[in-house]
Nanobody
Framework: QVHLLESGGGSAQVWGSLRLSCAADRSTFINALMGWFRQTPGKEREFVAAIGRTGRIDYADYVKGRFTISRDYAKNTVYLQMTSLKPEDTAVYYC????????????????WGQGTQVTISS
């Protein structure tokens, strides 16, 4: 069983910053494509950022230049540094792991964390 445990969510002001963390089992982490997704009520879960085993990175256009994804193999953890936050960034953020070499589609991610709420207020 794969465990992904997110932390770091909470509330922030517009233009503020938050950092999300996702700790994984080592056996999962070292071989997985890791991604962050988010979801708001009534909407589909959407891609935010992904980082591959070789370090390839991609971001959704709506977070590009503001969010940074990284992974630490010593800690088996993937991070999402979020800056210049906007009210529309308010969502539940999910960490996910995929066995694919590279993909940003929700359905290609096999394992999911429980989600962490991010709320941005003006």
């Amino acid at each position: 069983q794969v465990h992904l445990l997110e932390s770091g969510g909470g509330s922030a002001q517009v233009w503020g910053s938050l950092r999300l963390s996702c700790a994984a089992d080592r056996s999962t982490f070292i071989n997985a494509l890791m991604g962050w997704f988010r979801q708001t009520p009534g909407k589909e879960r959407e891609f935010v950022a992904a980082i591959g085993r070789t370090g390839r990175i991609d971001y959704a256009d709506y977070v590009k230049g503001r969010f940074t994804i990284s992974r630490d193999y010593a800690k088996n953890t993937v991070y999402l540094q979020m800056t210049s936050l906007k009210p529309e960034d308010t969502a539940v953020y999910y960490c996910a792991a995929s066995a694919s070499a590279w993909d940003t589609r929700v359905e290609q991610y096999n394992y999911w964390g429980q989600g962490t709420q991010v709320t941005i207020s003006s």
